[in-house]
């Protein structure tokens, strides 16, 4: 017998199994205490909401929560569930619900239809007007589904949702010394490797390698910190482990890091020791996730992200269920986050499609699945991947075409390169694993190279891996390059980022039909977006040269000098007294705006530290020990790619400049080529 499920506007008939229960108890118990228990046997912790799953014979259940339900320690119990032709998802509730009453209800009122209900602890829910959340008390008569399903019939309330849990699926691909193998940043072409299939990163880098300024917060399932693509001077910022509830986002022993991947892609440090992340230079936030899904998890993740200062917030998973609509609670605290994170320019949200070869918000005619676990016409919803704050991002291979997993529709804003591989859903719940009708045919494409955490555990032996991929690859990448372009122009607006990407992507074509759903989607429509590619492949050099151009240069700027030191000087050898290169400016204006342009070539860049010194002795550091192995280094330092500039405002700009360059370490050789001075007042 079914049950009703309120949730987004929308109504399910949740189906209840037969064989498993949830406790919340009290006092939590030790795994060897919840072992011994004759209730069930005890399966995991579920956290954020902590409750206890337990499995039991059928012909037990209700016998085993009545019990249960006796004993003082335990504060909650309730039966699992799950949605229709969603095999393997499971559903838990928790004892909280959340009521949206309509304009003009007073507190007496509330007061009143709370009490009729046995709800307590009221808690008012930010972003929505008129939202509440309340606990369901131990002496309510009927479960929170029920409870909900009995308040949405009265006239003062507009929504009422029960807040419940399902698993969280990460959205990577697996398959069976380094940059020259990080084929998606940039390459020359090769085998199975089509032209401009890469993102074209090193002509963005010409402009900015990233700023520490700028931060992204990836967040997933755990982060190995000691890596060394994640070490350098600001690296890390607000780390956060809501699964521990501590700072130490960690993998647990033997446990892949999924976060270690999606998060080297992004940006890794170029130090000349292994692979390089598409925003070098940018910070990383760690957030580990309790690898559950529900309000309270969602609302901590985006809250956490917007109070500590992040960018981008980067989400490489979604629900582990075939249709899933977004609760009131989730939507608010995205739009919010999109809204008013950033200083109020918004924090720029991306979510990877998914790998399951399926609509992101459509009907497919399902068969051929195991056991026929999912049959007939059967429709499809992400809601992270739909919400209107949200970039969604899809996935291309290196031959241009369409990743066979990647999943697809009017929502993908862009796409991104990654590996090729035979879609699936990892559902695991209960033990068991359920994934999709095979492709048989051939999946041409190259896989991507990454970090993984130190030593023995990971995907393959060593400190990086060439088995990572799916959506999440291709989504760590576009997080990158927004990385890139805030770094460049940190003043731009979500919608302006979004506008960016979506201009200068790529019009990639594929007119080979899919391989598993025989469908075509890999061209563009009048208004120039494929189901496959969305607006087409990111391209990093064409993005961030276009943010460049939308700085706004001040007003104030009323007389321009310039400056210029074209006298090639070598850099000494392992020197911590380094060299200088002057400028002499015999004009006097108040400092107001700054470009520091700058030529050098060594051999391996990663030696050098590179100073400004302005005529009063301040040091300016333009460029820390971050280039690794390039050996050209071409760039245009400005207020903006270099806050650290703004130091120098309101100076007198008359006196002796200097560029101060020293190398750190021994063999390698270089010289200045040469650098300019622009400054305006």
Sequence with gaps: ??????????????????????????????????????????????????????????????????????????????????????????????????????????????????????????????????????????????????????????????????????????????????????????????????????????????????????????????????????????????????????????????????????????????????????????????????????????????????????????????????????????????????????????????????????????????????????????????????????ITVSASTSLNRKAAYSNWGENISICSPSNNAPPGMWFQEAGFVFTQPAIINDLPGRGMFDTKQLEEAGYSPGDFTSNFGGTSSATSIVAGVVALILSINPDLTTSQIRTILEQTADKIVDTNPDSQLGMCGGTYDENGHSLWFGHGKVNAGRAVKLASQMRIIPNSMSKHIVGMNNHPIKIPDYDPQGITSGIKISESILVKDIRVTIDIYHQFLGDLEIYLITPNNQRVLLQNRTLGCRTNFKTICTLISHPKLKQVLHLQSQGDWYLWVIDFSPRDMGTINGWQLSLGG
């Design 1 to 390: 017998m079914g049950i009703i499920l309120q949730r987004g506007g929308e109504e399910f008939c949740l189906e209840k199994l037969g064989n498993y229960f949830t406790l919340r108890f009290r006092v939590p118990l030790s795994s060897q205490d919840l072992s011994n228990l004759t209730w069930g046997i005890w399966q995991c912790h579920i956290p954020q909401v902590r409750l206890d799953l337990f499995q039991v014979l059928p012909e037990n259940l209700e016998k085993s929560m009545s019990l249960a339900r006796l004993n003082k320690n335990v504060a909650f119990a309730s039966h699992v569930y799950q949605f229709p032709n969603s095999p393997g998802t499971s559903i838990y509730l928790s004892d909280e619900i959340t009521v949206q009453f309509a304009s003009g209800v007073n507190e007496t009122q509330i007061n009143s239809l709370v009490a009729k209900l046995n709800l307590c602890d009221a808690q008012h829910v930010n972003f929505l007007p008129n939202t509440f959340s309340f606990r369901v008390s131990q002496q309510a008569p009927i479960n929170p589904i029920k409870i909900t399903n009995s308040i949405i019939i009265f006239p003062e309330v507009l929504v009422a949702e029960p807040n419940i849990i399902i698993r969280q699926e990460t959205h990577h691909q697996r398959q069976d010394f380094l940059y020259s193998y990080q084929w998606y940043l940039n390459h020359n072409g090769g085998s199975e490797l089509a032209s401009l299939s890469h993102i074209s990163v090193e002509k963005a880098w010409d402009m900015t390698r990233g700023n520490r300024s700028v931060v992204i917060a990836v967040v997933d399932d755990s982060f190995d910190l000691n890596h060394p693509d994640f070490q350098g001077t600001s690296k890390i910022v607000a780390p956060k482990d809501l699964k521990d509830n501590n700072f130490l986002p960690l993998p647990g022993d033997n446990r892949i890091s999924h976060g270690n991947a999606s998060a080297g892609i992004a940006l890794a440090e170029d130090n000349g020791c292994g692979i390089i992340g598409v925003a070098p230079g940018c910070a990383l936030m760690p957030i580990r996730t309790t690898g559950f899904i529900d309000d309270n998890s969602i609302e901590s993740i985006f809250n956490w992200s917007v109070e500590n200062g992040a960018s981008i917030i980067s989400c490489c998973w979604g629900a582990s269920a075939v249709y899933f609509p977004l609760s009131l609670r989730q939507r608010a605290v995205i739009a919010y986050a999109a809204a008013e994170g950033r200083n109020g320019n918004g924090c720029v949200i991306l979510f990877s499609a998914g790998n399951t070869n399926r609509p992101i918000n459509g009907t497919v005619y399902e068969c051929n699945w195991p056991k026929d676990m999912i049959q007939e016409n059967t429709h499809w919803l992400n809601g992270f991947a739909v919400h209107p704050d949200v």
